[in-house]
């Protein structure tokens, strides 16, 4: 499934969700807080494939149109070179957020957002790189577009898709490669 699909396929959800519905009891836009999780799907820019990835997140609506994120995820790539995989990458990205809404008085809230991201990068050689190990800690930026969907008095529902710019260290075998990778997500905020 490309990233392309997988957004499309999310935002659908999203819109079904949404539906029509009676005014909720607390308006679409007020300042509160969330707290949820999230699974998705992450690829990384020459990473071999794509694989399933899953974090947490907390989000702070400070008015009807701006929000701040802080998001902690669990993810990994697998890199090729000449055909047999030569490298295993386990990241942790930390990433805060500046969240930008639009459409912010009704249920459904499409958003930009972006900001930095620190990453505890974790290589482990495969193969003929079987020797090599590396752990790392890397900054980098991030950007990316999502919808909101207020699903309830208590929670909301968010489909996303972000590009996190990473450069790191393979090891001498694959030089010239780069860390970054997209993440397309759906999460859940519980808010109170």
Known sequence: MTPRLALLLLASIGLLLAGPREALAQGYSDP???????????????????????????RLRLTGGLGVEGLVQYRTDVFEDGGEKRLRVTQLPVSASLLLFFLYSHPVQPYLLGGGTYVLVSSKGLGTNEGFGRTEHKFGLH??????????????????ARYVELDYDFGPTLTGKRGSFVSVNLGVDWLF
């Open 143 to 160: 950007g990316g577009l999502g919808v909101d969907v207020r699903a309830g008095e208590r929670f909301t529902v968010h489909a996303d």
């Open 32 to 58: 509160g807080t969330g707290l949820g999780g999230h699974v998705g799907w992450s690829r990384g820019r020459e990473a071999s494939g794509g694989s399933l990835a899953a974090g947490v997140q907390g």
